[in-house]
């Protein structure tokens, strides 16, 4: 059996990284001043000088994802 490379390697960000924690998506870090991350799963990060903030935004307004479905779908 092979013992090569198992995964590809993403392409490399400049600078620090900055890694979501609830989806592991990973970003270039963000300094005081930039804009928001925006991340896919719905957390916004940015840095508001002291560190990073953290905030969930809604996407879609009206539908409302129940606090407990991971509890409702676990087994
Ligand atoms: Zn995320």
Redesign the pocket.
């Known amino acids: 059996m092979p013992s090569g490379v198992t995964f590809t390697p993403a392409p490399p960000i400049e600078g620090k990284k900055f890694v ?6 990973v970003y270039a870090y963000p300094e005081p001043g930039d804009r928001p991350i925006r ?5 916004w990060y940015v840095n508001d000088g002291g560190g990073i903030r953290e905030t969930y935004y809604q996407r879609i307004e009206p539908y409302r994802t129940p606090r407990d479905l991971n509890r409702l779908f676990r087994r």
Request: hydrophobic content about 10%.
């Open positions: 979501c924690k609830r989806c592991k998506r991340c896919e799963c719905g957390w």
